[in-house]
Each structure stands twice: as structure tokens, then as C-alpha cells.
């Protein structure tokens, strides 16, 4: 692991011993700047703090359906949770055609500018207009970044059998070289990035409650990205992916 001899900050994951991989500490954004092959990270594991994160969660579950946050919800059937009436995020079940219609192993909400359509495994999201929650996640996002974002895609992975699969996101609508800022909250999940031309090149980054993950440069081109299902995750993880959206 890094040290850094101003503020003995180590970072929290292993980086490959491998060329090209490299990593430090900026106290003007509180994250580390992590450089990759073909690409680079920042990793603010704190950018929101406990109260913030925590309020984060009730936002994201807030309901007139009476169901709480003991609620088992990936028990709830897809009917079900369509006929929740959640107060700020409307929370979707979409199905990917594969082999038939699949429900994705997670559920789904889209926000963004107007007309900001965004397209991926066959879904095509038309965008829910900006709230107030969004909007300030939104601004910290940008600060840290130093890239302005138009649309978000809020995954809710309700325990650990909900999951992402190995791909990257090089979707037309990104652009060439999208910046990509992953913000998490609720229970940690692995986040796994490999090399496209060497499989054994992982990196592995614990997603807390409250961290920001951005992923630049032309990371999509070389590395491919998944969350992995994890057996003993019984609690919700809230993950929202901000864009620009051409």
C-alpha cells in the first residue's frame, strides 16, 4: 500500500505491482489521484459525510407504501415494487432480452437534463427531471471531478445477490472518453476493474457508505468494470453513475 508523508494517508486497496500504476494524495479534492494503464482514478472514500450518507439512504427508500428500511426487498415480487409509491426516485425493474426476457439483477432509475436519453443492453432510459437530492450529490460530484455531468443512473443492488456484469461503458451517448463518477451509499460492495488484454490485472475498490469512485481518461477503451455478488451483503448499496450524455 501508499504512504504519503504529508498526512500518512494510506490508501485502502492494493494497486498491481505492475508499470504504470501509481497513486497520491490531493488535499484540494480529499481524494487519492490514482494512475492506471490507458486511464486514471480518483477515489474519495469520505466525500460525503456520515450524516449526509446516512440521510442519503432514507432519501433513496422514502415511501407512502409503509415500507421500511428492515424491509426485505429483494423478497418483493417486480409487481410489488411497482406498486410502491416512493416519494423522490422512481425506482424500475427493467428487463434485459437474454435468451428471453430477464429482469437486470438490480433496479433502475434515470435522471437528467431533458432529452438526455441513454441507451445500454437494450434499455433506453428516458430521463425523470432533476430533484434536490440529485442536484446537490450532483454539485459535490462536480467539485471533486472538475467535470460538469447531465444525467445520472441510480442502481439499487438490494443484497448481495444483486450484482453487475464484466462491461465497460462505451455506449455512443458517453463520447469518446467519458469521466464517469461513481457515488455510494449504504453497504459496501465490491467495485472490480480488469484489464482487457490481461485478465489477471485486477484492481479491487470496497465502495463505502459516503465515497465517490471517477473513472477517466481512456479507461472504457482498455479496462472492463462489474459488482460482483456477494453472499453475505444482506443490506441495500445505492450507486449512482453520473454522465455527460451528448
Not at 406498486?83 to 425493474?93: L, P, R, S, Y
Not at 439483477?105 to 425523470?128: E, K
Not at 485486477?202 to 472492463?224: D, F, T
Request: proline share 5%.
Amino acid at each position: 500500500m501508499d504512504l504519503f508523508s504529508n498526512n500518512l494517508i494510506e490508501l485502502p486497496f492494493m494497486l498491481p505491482n505492475e508499470p504504470g500504476f501509481s497513486s497520491i494524495w490531493s488535499d484540494e479534492v480529499n481524494a487519492f489521484q490514482i494512475s492506471v494503464p490507458h486511464g486514471s482514478l480518483i477515489f474519495a472514500p469520505n466525500a460525503f459525510n456520515q450524516k449526509i450518507s446516512d440521510r442519503s439512504v432514507e432519501y433513496f427508500l422514502e415511501n407512502s407504501s409503509g415500507y421500511g428500511p428492515d424491509t426485505d426487498w429483494k423478497s418483493l415480487s417486480a409487481e410489488d415494487l411497482a406498486a410502491i409509491n416512493f416519494d423522490n426516485i422512481k425506482w424500475k425493474q427493467e428487463y434485459i432480452n437474454l435468451y428471453g426476457l430477464k429482469p437486470l439483477p438490480r433496479l433502475t432509475a434515470w435522471y437528467g437534463d431533458s432529452g438526455r436519453v441513454y441507451s445500454y443492453s437494450g434499455i433506453t432510459q428516458q430521463p425523470n427531471p432533476w430533484n434536490k437530492g440529485l442536484l446537490y450529490m450532483k454539485e459535490t460530484v462536480e467539485q471533486i471531478s472538475n467535470a460538469q455531468f447531465n444525467s445520472v443512473l441510480l442502481n439499487w443492488y438490494r443484497n448481495g445477490d444483486d450484482y453487475l456484469n464484466w462491461h465497460t461503458d462505451d455506449e455512443k451517448e458517453l463520447g469518446s472518453n467519458p469521466t464517469i463518477a461513481s457515488v455510494n451509499f449504504g453497504e459496501t460492495r465490491d467495485f472490480q476493474l480488469r484489464l482487457n488484454e490481461n485478465h489477471d490485472i485486477k484492481i479491487n475498490v470496497p465502495l463505502s457508505h459516503g465515497s465517490i469512485l471517477i473513472m477517466a481518461g481512456e479507461l472504457q477503451h482498455y479496462w472492463q468494470h462489474c459488482v460482483p455478488k456477494r453472499k453475505k451483503v444482506t443490506k441495500s448499496r445505492f450507486n449512482l453513475t453520473f454522465r455527460f450524455i451528448n
